[in-house]
């Protein structure tokens, strides 16, 4: 699915006894300010003062579907439009409200007046709401929009987005047992099942020529490609395409891959590489058929605009407040220490190739897990630092210094009783992973 800006519905109210040319003036204001910090506008600036021009907007919005919806309250009206879009609009609301000087004259706009008799209304009717009280170019404001804007846009897109569950979870692996009717309930998405046995039949019949090309571009980003094994890595770089073209066919936004014991057993590679290359792509992809572990990549590249990774947790260092993820060697080439050159490598037990080697590039990550640890969907979110360090065991490998702390983390996953994967990508997006939640009726877990 390609990367769209977020779509931000627009709907200046106002009441015609109050002053309609500041109205007009403080909305043009606001459709300035948005425009300048590149916000996409469906609808006009003109106010809307009656339910007529109420139902004209709606109709707007069943053609060109927002993905947020921005009520600003012009001057003063009662609940009954902002109500009626809000029953009516498939989007999460946001009311703006515009203060007005105190300079002892008329009362002109009364914007809070309105926005509170909204909030009312919407509260007893059980719709949910946010708010903003500032001017047009109060940063703080035009900051919150874009993070509702862009948890909207990640709400919308859920609908409707396809994972390829390739295979079944491992026995034991209860962590990666997908529970279907819920995901599509609550979240709009569908799991498709694709055979294994389809994907290594694919993988045998692909053009020695395409694995070839493949190979010579894999090797100007690795090294180390011609000292593996040249029949198991082909058959790494044959998953690829393979996987790749079922994704493109099928539709799909996302895998999750079974990628043992039958890829080592039956195909004679490792599926990490394969992997890890389509994760750069960004067709996320998460190992032992997780398929809420890709679900949650696919959420975290959305709102980064990068790859993600989904990893495992494997040893915490309380004492020096670290804590080391790993994964075989499936981590985004993107995610690699500049001062380090990727490796290609062999599965550290099954000994088959191809795998990518490398520590993790420091900087600010965010990390996140649609966890079923309780039953019901929560959504566990951290933050931390990844530090620059050598790498702790072969494979993938990142230091990492939670927020919270390495202690107070290591508990809470163990209390909790949470799934063995982390989906992590780089930069702070909590904020909006929070407002995410709360759009879809998550409880959220911080650690």
């Not at 099942?193 to 894999?218: H, S, W």
């Not at 080592?264 to 992809?285: I, Q, Y």
């Not at 080697?357 to 951290?382: D, M, N, Q, W, Y």
Request: glycine share 8%.
């Amino acid at each position: 699915m390609a990367d769209t800006p977020p779509m931000i519905g627009f709907v200046p109210i106002a009441r015609p006894t109050f002053d309609v040319p500041l109205a007009q003036e403080m909305t043009q204001q606001v459709v300035r300010q948005l425009a300048k910090a590149g916000f996409s506008l469906v609808g006009t600036p003109d106010l809307v003062m009656d339910a007529a021009a109420v139902e004209t907007r709606i109709r707007l919005f069943d053609v060109n579907p927002p993905d947020l919806l921005l009520v600003l309250q012009a001057s003063f009206a009662d609940s009954s439009m902002a109500k009626a879009l809000a029953e009516r609009v498939d989007a999460p609301l946001l009311l703006w409200a515009l203060p007005e000087p105190r300079v002892g004259g008329r009362l002109r706009l009364n914007s809070f007046c309105g926005i509170n008799l909204a909030g009312h209304a919407l509260r007893r009717a059980g719709l949910a709401y946010e708010t903003i009280y500032a001017t047009p170019d109060d940063p703080s404001a035009l900051a919150k929009v874009g993070v509702l804007a862009k948890a909207a846009a990640v709400r919308r897109r859920l609908r409707g987005t396809r994972i390829g569950r390739v295979g079944e979870n491992p026995a034991g692996f209860e962590t990666c047992i997908p529970n279907q009717p819920a995901l599509k309930a609550q979240l709009g998405l569908e799991v498709v099942g694709i055979d294994l046995q389809q994907v290594f039949a694919g993988v045998r019949a692909q053009p020695q020529e395409k694995i070839a090309a493949l190979a010579q571009t894999v090797r100007q980003q690795v090294a180390g490609v011609d000292d593996m094994d040249a029949v198991a890595t082909n058959g790494t770089l044959g998953a690829f395409l393979t996987l790749e073209h079922i994704a493109e066919k099928e539709q799909l936004d996302g895998l999750a891959v079974r990628c043992w014991p039958e890829f080592f057993t039956d195909l004679g590679c490792s599926a990490c590489g394969a992997m890890s290359m389509l994760s750069n792509k960004l067709l996320p992809c998460s190992c032992e058929s997780d398929v809420n572990g890709t679900i949650t990549q696919l959420i975290l590249q959305w709102i980064s605009g990068e790859p993600a990774f989904g990893s495992d947790l494997v040893s915490f260092d309380t004492a020096e407040d670290v804590a080391i993820l790993w994964h075989c060697g499936l981590a985004p080439l993107s995610m690699a220490d500049p001062s380090v050159q990727p490796r290609a490598t062999i599965h550290s037990n099954r000994r088959m190739p191809l795998l990518m080697e490398f520590p993790l590039k420091p900087g600010r990550v965010t990390l996140a897990r649609l966890s079923e640890a309780t039953g019901e969907f929560r959504l566990v979110i951290a933050g931390g630092e990844m530090i620059q360090a050598p790498p702790s065991f072969t494979g993938t490998t990142g230091t990492l210094r939670f927020d919270s702390g390495a202690a107070v983390v290591m508990d809470a996953i163990l209390r909790e009783g949470l799934e063995h994967h982390l989906s992590l990508t780089y930069g702070d997006h909590r904020e909006t992973l929070l407002a995410l939640a709360k759009m879809l009726d998550l409880p959220v877990l911080e650690l």
